[in-house]
């Protein structure tokens, strides 16, 4: 089932399907959304990962995708949205991981990874620790198998999960689907929505 979510519905044809970043939980991220849809013109739906904010449960890669799964199947399966017509999707640092699980297991109208890391054992493990300590994630390899178009954005001086990651994500998935990646300067890990939400916003539209 789905422990915690938000739902900002308001009518239009495109819902984002948001996973968000280690250090974010829902309560964090509702104001930012509540705005970027509006000046988007998008629904958004965003889901909590077990264990985080006030949802129930043990952080760990299994409930981290099935938390994901969990929220695809509302959309699709309650609100009847078409992935390939009326999704995308929108993970940021770890929300990157369930992102490409989800985007190597069905084709939706966009897939945006902000901040996204390569290899999770590799990347995770020495920046985050606890939850990270048994997380395997291999980002490359799930988006070896996507058919979605994809849009990359990552700020040049990130500390914690470096530009090099982001480029072997290009690497992997721009033969399906070749948009140019949005690589910004002077960002770092953290503060891309507040630092840079023009280049941001430019990149999701």
Known sequence: CIRD?????????????????NAEDLGIVLGFWSWLSQILQ?????????????????????HLYADARA??????????????????????SLGSCPTCLLASER??????????????????SSKFGGIADSFAFNNMAKLA???????LIHGVLDDVIVIKDAHLLYSTCRAQHPLEPCWI?????NGIETDFEQALMTGVS
Not at 185 to 189: E, N
């Open 5 to 21: 979510r938000f739902h900002i519905r308001n009518g239009n044809p495109i819902t984002i399907l948001v996973s968000h970043a």
């Open 42 to 62: 998008v629904d958004v739906f965003a889901y909590e990962y077990s264990g985080y904010g006030q949802a129930t449960g043990t952080p760990s890669e299994k």
């Open 71 to 92: 929220a695809l199947a509302y959309l699709t399966d309650t609100v009847e949205l078409e992935p390939e017509r009326d999704i995308v999707l929108y993970g940021k």
């Open 107 to 124: 084709t939706f109208r966009g897939v945006v990874i902000v901040s996204g890391l390569a290899s999770g054992a590799r990347t995770l």
């Open 145 to 151: 198998s996507n058919r979605s178009p994809v849009q």
């Open 185 to 189: 300067d002077s960002a770092m890990h």
